[in-house]
């Protein structure tokens, strides 16, 4: 099992940055992929960005350019640096971890709230 413990989320004003981080623990290994989902309130849970465990990253469109998706792979955590935020990009954000190809985890939650 792998346990994963969001923080960084909060109430900003647009235009302003937040960074989230995820920290995994338990049996972590062969984490293949590690990655930010967002769900808006009666929306369906999308992908915000991903990161192999070689480093190549992925983005969703209305994300790019603001966003930014790290990993410590020593310390197990990816962070989200969130800049230039926008009321849009209010939501819940999951953290997610894919192991062996097979075994996908997913942390609370943490709540992003953007005013504007």
């Known amino acids: 099992q792998v346990h994963l413990v969001e923080s960084g989320g909060g109430l900003v004003q647009a235009g302003g940055s937040l960074r989230l981080s995820c920290a995994a623990s338990?049996?972590?290994?062969?984490?293949?992929?590690m990655g930010w989902y967002r769900q808006a309130p009666g929306k369906q849970r999308d992908m915000v960005a991903t990161i192999m465990s070689r480093g190549t990253t992925n983005y969703a469109d209305s994300v790019k350019g603001r966003f930014t998706i790290s990993r410590d792979n020593a310390k197990n955590t990816v962070y989200l640096q969130m800049n230039s935020l926008k009321p849009e990009d209010t939501a819940v954000y999951y953290c997610?971890?894919?192991?062996?190809?097979?075994?996908?985890?997913w942390g609370q939650g943490t709540q992003v709230t953007v005013s504007s």
């Open positions: 997610k971890v894919v192991q062996s190809w097979t075994n996908a985890y």
């Open positions: 338990g049996s972590i290994f062969n984490i293949n992929a």
